[in-house]
């Protein structure tokens, strides 16, 4: 394939920098809710085009939008006031072959079942109300989807994707501290909510995280009892970031607290969206589950985009797992960084330009690198249609 380009990176490593800053948005911000939704909309009107016609057909429902809410939280239990407003907005193919499809049924009971699945509190009948407004798409760019080289599907944008291996350290620890939180923390104390923002900074070889966690009022009892639950996670996050980093670790959980004036991080549902926090599809976490200033980035919002032939959400996926694979498979790698470029209307397997970008560890030469990046890089392009049944399956994650 011509448009592979394998090149040295002449640039210092992320580990050997003095500052690295990371972050992560938990499960229940704002802006991880609005992207939650809007994958569980693609995802399941995907699953009905192909029950009912046997392919996915034209959609996007990535500009879901949520307007915060207002609540009273008290200790022992507040209430919300008025509701969290949820914008259910994008495109899909409503009639196809003479058949209407109920599609915004489909989006609004994905949206709720999200809700459902992933926040303890939050109830979606009294909570939440949803607003849906799915239109239908262009003209011109459902041509597009419809058309094919082959069996491959012509990109609807142009546009490009970007991803990077391995995770650095400070990384790692960001991504699997908001993890745990959710996954195991939560279970233990239910006091703490879904909505787990972790700020990591990296000075030389002392890492410090800021973590933002959402209480929930109802099991809590008093400024007492907050205190003593906050100190147990920074103790819970201290234990589990040995697992990571052997670099010192600083932990600060809710550091705008004032217990003086008893003013806390403290909510009815579990989710900064209930009182002030707006969130919108693509503003948080990319598709490796993390926002990273000093790596490249694309802007592109992956949840919500059709699985078939929207670049801005599989290039963005297939770059990070071609990453991934050139920095477990390939000697020598010490950082890798893969970008893609699309061209509206072309075959999505090939793209305009893959671009690799190595630095090799001390001692390798980057002509050692070339061949087996590039065979990797040349076999997942072929092979991009995986990424489509891996979207649809829920094997993969877009935030």
């Not at 200790?75 to 907005?89: H, K, N, T």
């Not at 392009?381 to 994650?397: F, L, P, W």
């Amino acid at each position: 394939m011509p448009n592979v380009f394998v090149e040295e990176l002449v640039h210092t490593p992320v580990e050997k920098q003095v500052i690295e800053i990371v972050e992560r948005k938990g499960i229940g911000h704002p802006d991880s809710l609005a992207d939650g939704m809007a994958e569980a909309m693609s995802r399941e009107l995907s699953k009905e085009y192909i029950r009912r016609f046997g392919a996915v057909l034209h959609h996007n429902t990535d500009e879901t939008q949520i307007v915060a809410g207002r609540s009273n939280p008290q200790f022992g239990g507040g209430e919300v006031i008025e509701p969290i407003y949820v914008l259910l907005v994008g495109r899909a193919t409503k009639f196809f072959n003479g058949e209407y499809i109920p599609t915004d049924k489909i989006a609004l009971k994905a949206a709720r079942d999200y809700i459902k699945q992933h926040m303890q509190n939050l109830d979606p009948e009294l909570d939440v109300v949803f607003n849906v407004r799915l239109g239908e798409g262009s003209t011109d760019l459902q041509d597009v989807f419809r058309r094919k080289s082959g069996n491959v599907a012509l990109a609807n944008d142009t546009s490009f994707g970007i991803g990077f291996a391995p995770l650095s350290e400070t990384e790692q620890l960001v991504l699997n501290v908001e993890r745990r939180i959710y996954e195991e923390f939560r279970k233990a104390n239910p006091a703490i909510g879904e909505d787990v923002k972790v700020m990591g900074l990296r000075e030389k070889d002392k890492i410090s995280l800021t973590i933002a966690a959402a209480f929930v009022d109802r099991y809590v009892a008093n400024i007492k009892e907050y205190d003593a639950i906050k100190e147990e996670l920074e103790n819970f996050v201290k234990d589990i970031s040995n697992e990571y980093t052997e670099r010192d670790v600083e932990v600060f959980v809710n550091t705008a607290d004032d217990y003086e004036t008893g003013c806390v991080y403290l909510t009815v549902t579990g989710t900064s969206a209930e009182n002030g926090d707006d969130g919108s599809v693509g503003r948080g976490n990319r598709c490796n589950g993390l926002i990273t200033p000093g790596r490249p980035m694309s802007m592109e919002a992956s949840s919500g985009k059709n699985p078939i032939n929207h670049v801005g959400k599989i290039y963005n996926l297939l770059a990070n797992q071609i990453a991934s694979r050139i920095a477990e498979e390939v000697e020598g790698v010490e950082e890798v960084y893969v970008r893609i470029l699309s061209q509206i209307g072309k075959p999505i397997n090939e793209p305009k330009a893959l671009s690799v970008q190595v630095i090799p560890k001390s001692g390798y030469d980057i002509s050692k690198i070339e061949k087996p990046a590039r065979e990797i890089a040349e076999e997942m392009i072929a092979n991009v249609g995986k990424i489509t049944d891996m979207v649809i399956e829920g094997r993969v994650r877009t935030f």
